[in-house]
């Protein structure tokens, strides 16, 4: 699909996009909303595209001065004398563009596109996104630019605004792991962080736990109230959640799973340790290999089933794999990134 090439100049230019932004209706809306859910990874880049064609529809840019306003048609005039240098008569009553010469409408509608692009990089310069990713077994604690606080888990990403606008939500986008402690703004802003799996949270300020990752989507409140915003089809389904709620939307499922759990069992990486209560050995494998970057292999698969119930800390491979294997008396076999788990014999 060609959009898959865009850049943002091209989508501000777009009349599809254009008409979508500006002009919404069912059509449009299914068609980005269904292009979006499948490429998540151009979410920022057209979210910025939107930002701007809203703020070129709606107002002139306060931040702009008579000086750099007037420095622009100084550059705009220079260009156009360099670019179309071939001399025009000068009529007292203008003529309509179609009623020009083939070069005099090629010049004018060359200055109103150096126009339109001068005035997007002069004025509407989109804002610098920050991104940070962490490697396997590793984690990062971060300050937003609202001075909220969010601490990484290892094998994940998060991107944002550098700058934060107090009229609009304040967004995240968050591919992995990742702990929130949201601060409240005077003015009730909203903060939103953006999956990849077509489930977003919302918040106003609260502590709470997202991870975003191949096996699915799960949302972990410790503290305040959130409401998540899950994709489902060609609608938009709304959930509230309230402190030691968990919410799951499993990649291969339909629907979510909405249960009461400890929230201190999901966030205790956050200190460093994992928490099992009563875990199959097919959750850790899933976490060995999600979080560590592991690929475990279990010939036996009864083994699956067992489960576990204590704590090992979360900052060495080398004792995870030591409780397990003293806990179900297996030996496991580590060659590089690979895992083997084989019975003792």
């Known amino acids: 699909m060609e959009y898959l090439d865009y850049l943002l100049e091209d989508f501000l230019v777009d009349e599809q996009f254009q008409q979508w932004v500006l002009f919404p209706d069912k059509n449009s809306s299914r068609f980005w909303e269904n292009w979006l859910q499948q490429y998540p990874e151009k979410q920022p880049l057209v979210e910025n595209a939107r930002q701007i064609l809203k703020k070129m529809a709606l107002q002139e840019n306060p931040l702009v001065d008579n000086s750099r306003i007037d420095k622009l048609w100084q550059r705009i005039e220079t260009t156009r004398k360099r670019e179309y240098n071939t001399p025009v008569a000068i009529s007292s009553k203008p003529k309509p563009i179609w009623l020009l010469s083939r070069y005099q409408r090629i010049a004018a509608v060359c200055t109103i596109l150096l126009t339109g692009i001068l005035l997007y990089y002069v004025v509407f310069r989109p804002a610098e996104m920050i991104e940070y990713k962490t490697a396997y077994g590793k984690t990062r604690s ?32 968050v591919e992995g792991e990742a702990y929130f402690s949201v601060v409240h703004t005077h003015n ?14 919302e918040v106003l300020g609260t502590a709470f736990n997202v991870k975003n990752r191949k096996s699915g989507t799960q949302v972990i409140l410790q ?27 499993a990649n291969t499922a339909s629907g979510y799973v909405k249960k009461r759990v400890d929230p201190q069992q999901f966030l205790s990486w956050t200190q460093n340790k994992l928490i099992f209560k009563n875990t199959s050995i097919a959750q850790i494998k899933t976490i060995l290999e999600e979080t560590y970057g592991l690929t475990v292999s279990i010939p036996d698969t009864s083994l699956l089933n067992q489960k576990i119930t204590g704590s090992v800390p979360s900052n ?5 794999l030591f409780v397990l294997s003293e806990s179900f008396n297996y030996t496991i076999i580590k060659e590089k990134n690979q895992l083997v788990f084989l019975k003792k014999q």
């Open 223 to 249: 503290s305040g109230k959130v409401k998540l915003l899950i994709q489902q089809k060609e609608a938009t389904r709304q959930v509230l959640m309230d402190p030691s709620e968990s919410v799951e939307l």
């Open 188 to 201: 009730h802003q909203k903060f939103l962080v953006k999956t990849t799996s077509g489930m977003d949270v």
């Open 316 to 320: 060495s491979i080398e004792s995870i």
């Open 142 to 173: 971060l300050v937003l630019p609202d001075q909220s606080m969010v601490m990484l888990n290892s094998n994940s990403t998060i991107r944002y605004a550098a700058e934060w606008d107090q009229d609009e939500p304040r967004q995240v986008w």
